[in-house]
């Protein structure tokens, strides 16, 4: 392996996220045919996504989260819910509110997913060295730490400003 110059830090940026983002389109089909047998579509990922990040949603938050009217989202909710991957509830305050939340099997979904991911990753990293997997440990964990740094919720910042201190220490 070549010895990197320090100020070939942009280079190796680049190869880099080449490797990170290599996605071929085989690799692309084999995970799309496996949610197509599941009969799940992106969009009811999408919806998954969407009341996993923020818990159970209003028809209209939900719409307004996916980018479509009214009607179509409670189109794919319909759907969503004959195979019960989400259910609607009445609000507690306002029994005209209908909530969306997601069931047990909906939220099974992203664990089957994680787990079929921490399959083929173990697979993977079986063929790498005791020195290679170390290193790419330490590598994973600075970009974590760095994610964390970036994408800080804003109430987090806020308390750090106002107080000085870090809502970790």
Known sequence: MPVRQPGDRATLERELLDEMTAWSPRDRGGVF????????????????????AQGALS????????????????????RMEKRGLVERRHGT????????????????????????????LSKVLAE????????LLVGMRAIQAARR???????????????GTSPDT
């Not at 599941?38 to 996504?49: I, K």
């Not at 939900?62 to 009217?69: G, K, N, P, Q």
């Not at 790498?128 to 290193?135: C, F, N, P, R, S």
């Open 59 to 78: 028809m209209r938050r939900l719409a307004e989260a996916m980018d479509v009217s009214d009607a179509s989202a409670t189109g794919i909710v319909d």
């Open 128 to 135: 790498l060295t005791a020195d290679e997997v170390a290193a």
């Open 149 to 163: 740094r970036i994408f800080q919720p804003e109430s987090e910042t806020a308390t750090t400003a106002v107080d």
């Open 33 to 52: 045919k496996k949610w197509h047998r599941h009969a799940l579509s992106l969009v009811h990922l999408n919806v998954l996504t969407a009341l996993e």
């Open 93 to 120: 305050d306002d029994r005209r509110v209908v909530l969306v939340y997601a069931t047990d099997a909906g939220r099974q979904v992203f664990i089957d997913m994680a787990a079929q991911r921490r399959e083929v």
